[in-house]
Nanobody, 115 residues
């Protein structure tokens, strides 16, 4: 069973940057697509970025141009570089399979952006 652990969140001011990491317990070489989600209290979980094994990426409009997803298969890790952070980016951030199936959710990592 694959385990996912997210890290890298924190408290920052608007305009600053963070890099989130998602480490899988097993190899991700066979994973076609993986993504980052976020969820604020009282809101639906939102898929904000995906990356395929070929390196193709897609982003939600809310983060396009500011966030970058990339993966390092040798380290079994997926990253989310977040620039120009805004208060509305405040949420818990999680990684998981974006389509059809989900692995067990990891603990997530909290990002809080102050104005």
């Amino acid at each position: 069973q694959v385990q996912l652990v997210e890290s890298g969140g924190g408290l920052v001011q608007a305009g600053e940057s963070l890099r989130l990491s998602c480490v899988a317990s097993g190899t991700i070489l066979s994973i076609d697509s993986i993504g980052w989600f976020r969820q604020s209290p009282g809101k639906q979980r939102e898929l904000i970025a995906t990356i395929t094994s070929g390196g193709n990426t897609h982003y939600a409009d809310s983060v396009k141009g500011r966030f970058t997803i990339y993966r390092d298969n040798a380290k079994n890790t997926v990253y989310l570089q977040m620039n120009s952070l805004k208060p509305e980016d405040t949420a818990g951030y999680y990684c998981n399979l974006p389509y059809d199936y989900r692995w067990k959710w990891g603990p997530g990592t909290q990002v809080t952006v102050s104005s």
